[in-house]
């Protein structure tokens, strides 16, 4: 699912869709598809708008993963339950996984697939445990099925959120059928899912025992990244072709090809994209995206789009925070 405007990680998403931010590197939709091939699953279907070409330019026909990819039109972007009724030609007869293409799950989504196509479960949802429950659809359980979804509610009843995987039996067409939109105008998944336990259908759950992200805040952006560099090992992974001088590494730090980087302190869990340049800076828990040049910054938890430039004087004693969109200026 990746047709999503993105509005809560503007400024960022209005240059390339939320799935193609770089995690460690890597955009996150790389993550979904090596998460689904370990499931089993060689044929996926991407869920896409007329105005996001460079997801079909990055993965092109799946060769490089060993899958075969689809692309399939969503047309506005009304909810999860219709861009999964946007793909019904391309699921057939066939039970079917579903993931979010800004979440990031490291949890094996193959026990969602046995749910539904081995134990007898009409559908099955992927939850973790979460500290702030308000901010997530939250799920209600007994006895090892689900009884009942609330979305953000003010006072949740369980710390169990939705983690952006579910699994579905082709049963599933009929309630996305008789779906109507919701007060938001939108196709709401949660609205099938109750649909599903109003007819005392099966819906079973897998608890995710490791962190889970929603790559679709500046925040948990920098938290994803920061994680998947911690599970890397404390190492600095350096690019070809990247000029080093004067400058202290704290590893982790990860720089891209082409890189200038000259008199600054880099790290830890920082991040710099192809054919930056840095001079005079110190960047902590950061995120860079490539061609942004950088000059006299101290900064910590922030990110900085691509071909972005700011000249800035080095403040020593007290870092700043930067949320900076693709080709702003901040000239002093």
Sequence with gaps: ??????????PFSYSRPKCMLPVNGIPVIDYSI?????????E???????????????LGSGDRHGVSITYLQQQETRGLADAIRSGRSFLGGDSFLVMLGDNLIEGPVEALRTAV??????????????????????????????VDLEEKPE???????????????????????????????EYELTDVLQMMIGQTEKIVYSLLD?????????????????????????????????????????????????????????????????S???EACTIDNSIILEQAELAHLYALNSAFGAMSRINAPLATNKPARFIIG?????IE
């Design 117 to 146: 196509e081995m134990e007898g479960a009409h559908g099955a949802i992927m939850l973790a445990r979460v500290e702030n429950p308000r901010q997530f659809g939250v799920a209600v359980v007994e006895q090892g099925r689900v």
């Design 210 to 274: 490791t962190p889970f992200f929603d790559v679709g805040t500046p925040e948990q952006w920098i938290a994803a990244n920061r994680h998947l560099m911690a599970e890397d090992g404390s190492r600095n992974v350096i690019a070809d072709g990247v000029d080093l001088e004067g400058t202290v590494l704290i590893p982790p730090v990860r720089i891209g090809k082409g890189a200038t980087i000259r008199n600054s302190r880099l790290g830890p869990f920082v991040t710099v994209g192809e």
């Design 155 to 185: 006072h949740p009843r369980s710390d169990l959120a939705i983690a952006g995987a579910y699994a579905f039996r082709t049963g599933v067409w009929l309630h996305i059928d008789r779906l109507r939109p919701s007060r938001r105008g």
């Design 34 to 42: 090596r998460q689904l091939k370990r499931a089993g699953v060689s």
């Design 326 to 330: 693709d080709k702003s200026s901040i």
């Design 44 to 58: 996926i279907g991407i869920v896409i708008h007329a105005s996001q070409p460079s997801i079909r330019e990055h």
């Design 1 to 10: 699912m990746c047709a999503g405007k993105g509005t809560r990680i503007q």
């Design 276 to 278: 930056c340049r840095l």
